[in-house]
Protein backbone atom coordinates (compact mmCIF):
# COMPACT_ATOMS: atom_id res chain seq x y z
CA UNK A 1 0.00 0.00 0.00
CA UNK A 2 1.48 3.37 -1.15
CA UNK A 3 0.40 6.74 0.69
CA UNK A 4 0.71 10.01 -0.93
CA UNK A 5 0.34 13.21 0.63
CA UNK A 6 0.00 16.52 -1.51
CA UNK A 7 1.24 19.86 -1.03
CA UNK A 8 2.10 22.88 -1.91
CA UNK A 9 -1.24 24.56 -3.59
CA UNK A 10 -2.47 28.02 -2.96
CA UNK A 11 -3.69 31.39 -4.39
CA UNK A 12 -1.58 32.92 -7.38
CA UNK A 13 -2.00 35.45 -9.82
CA UNK A 14 -2.44 34.71 -13.37
CA UNK A 15 1.38 34.79 -14.77
CA UNK A 16 2.42 33.36 -11.32
CA UNK A 17 4.19 29.93 -10.25
CA UNK A 18 3.63 27.49 -7.94
CA UNK A 19 5.60 23.89 -7.14
CA UNK A 20 3.53 21.19 -5.70
CA UNK A 21 5.14 18.20 -3.85
CA UNK A 22 3.81 14.59 -3.33
CA UNK A 23 5.57 12.77 -0.72
CA UNK A 24 4.76 8.53 -0.88
CA UNK A 25 5.40 6.67 1.87
CA UNK A 26 6.78 3.38 -0.47
CA UNK A 27 10.44 2.29 0.30
CA UNK A 28 10.74 1.37 -3.07
CA UNK A 29 9.33 4.82 -4.91
CA UNK A 30 11.51 4.06 -7.52
CA UNK A 31 9.95 1.46 -9.06
CA UNK A 32 6.82 3.39 -9.43
CA UNK A 33 5.53 6.33 -12.00
CA UNK A 34 3.96 9.08 -11.13
CA UNK A 35 1.40 11.31 -12.44
CA UNK A 36 -0.23 13.97 -11.89
CA UNK A 37 -3.82 14.83 -12.33
CA UNK A 38 -6.42 17.78 -12.13
CA UNK A 39 -10.07 18.07 -12.15
CA UNK A 40 -11.72 21.38 -12.06
CA UNK A 41 -15.43 22.44 -10.58
CA UNK A 42 -18.03 20.10 -12.63
CA UNK A 43 -15.61 18.52 -14.78
CA UNK A 44 -13.49 15.03 -15.48
CA UNK A 45 -10.22 14.49 -14.16
CA UNK A 46 -7.59 15.27 -16.66
CA UNK A 47 -4.15 13.98 -16.61
CA UNK A 48 -1.84 16.83 -16.54
CA UNK A 49 2.00 15.35 -16.34
CA UNK A 50 3.60 11.88 -15.73
CA UNK A 51 7.52 10.82 -14.93
CA UNK A 52 8.62 7.07 -14.82
CA UNK A 53 10.05 5.80 -11.47
CA UNK A 54 13.96 5.23 -12.28
CA UNK A 55 14.89 7.45 -15.66
CA UNK A 56 12.87 10.16 -15.50
CA UNK A 57 10.99 9.65 -18.58
CA UNK A 58 8.31 12.18 -18.87
CA UNK A 59 4.89 12.94 -20.90
CA UNK A 60 2.86 15.98 -20.75
CA UNK A 61 -1.08 17.02 -21.32
CA UNK A 62 -0.32 19.73 -24.60
CA UNK A 63 -2.18 22.37 -22.38
CA UNK A 64 0.52 22.39 -20.11
CA UNK A 65 3.56 22.04 -22.21
CA UNK A 66 6.31 24.31 -21.58
CA UNK A 67 4.84 25.27 -19.01
CA UNK A 68 4.63 22.90 -16.33
CA UNK A 69 7.65 20.65 -15.61
CA UNK A 70 7.60 17.62 -13.41
CA UNK A 71 10.50 15.87 -11.53
CA UNK A 72 11.27 13.68 -8.54
CA UNK A 73 13.57 12.68 -5.92
CA UNK A 74 13.96 9.46 -5.54
CA UNK A 75 15.89 9.64 -2.39
CA UNK A 76 13.25 11.92 -0.31
CA UNK A 77 10.37 9.65 -1.86
CA UNK A 78 8.62 13.15 -3.78
CA UNK A 79 7.50 13.80 -7.02
CA UNK A 80 7.27 17.50 -7.98
CA UNK A 81 5.03 20.15 -10.30
CA UNK A 82 6.63 23.15 -11.02
CA UNK A 83 4.02 24.87 -12.63
CA UNK A 84 4.65 27.97 -14.36
CA UNK A 85 2.44 31.07 -16.41
CA UNK A 86 -0.24 29.96 -14.59
CA UNK A 87 -3.38 30.67 -16.46
CA UNK A 88 -7.24 31.40 -14.83
CA UNK A 89 -7.92 28.12 -16.40
CA UNK A 90 -5.28 25.82 -14.52
CA UNK A 91 -7.43 26.94 -11.35
CA UNK A 92 -8.29 22.86 -10.19
CA UNK A 93 -7.87 20.28 -7.59
CA UNK A 94 -4.26 18.81 -8.57
CA UNK A 95 -3.67 15.21 -7.09
CA UNK A 96 -0.76 12.93 -7.26
CA UNK A 97 -1.08 9.58 -8.17
CA UNK A 98 1.33 6.36 -8.91
CA UNK A 99 1.35 3.04 -10.01
CA UNK A 100 4.25 0.08 -10.38
CA UNK A 101 5.35 0.09 -13.91
CA UNK A 102 5.68 2.27 -16.68
CA UNK A 103 4.12 6.19 -17.14
CA UNK A 104 0.48 6.54 -18.41
CA UNK A 105 -1.81 9.09 -18.94
CA UNK A 106 -5.21 7.32 -18.21
CA UNK A 107 -5.97 7.60 -14.50
CA UNK A 108 -7.58 4.34 -14.36
CA UNK A 109 -4.23 2.88 -14.54
CA UNK A 110 -3.09 4.30 -11.24
CA UNK A 111 -3.89 2.35 -8.35
CA UNK A 112 -2.91 5.15 -5.62
CA UNK A 113 -4.49 8.42 -5.03
CA UNK A 114 -3.22 11.84 -2.83
CA UNK A 115 -6.07 13.67 -0.98
CA UNK A 116 -5.70 16.66 -4.03
CA UNK A 117 -4.31 20.28 -3.31
CA UNK A 118 -6.26 23.10 -4.49
CA UNK A 119 -4.77 25.51 -6.93
CA UNK A 120 -6.76 28.93 -7.85
CA UNK A 121 -5.21 31.09 -9.97
CA UNK A 122 -7.27 34.25 -10.01
CA UNK A 123 -6.96 38.38 -9.19
Known amino acids: QVQLVESGGGLVQPGGSLKLSCAASTGFFNTYAVGWFRQAPGKERDFVAA????????AYADSVKGRFTISRDNAKNTAYLQMNSLKPEDTAVYYC????????????????WGQGTQVTVSL
Open 51 to 58: ISGTYGFT
Open 97 to 112: AARFGPIRSNLKDYDY
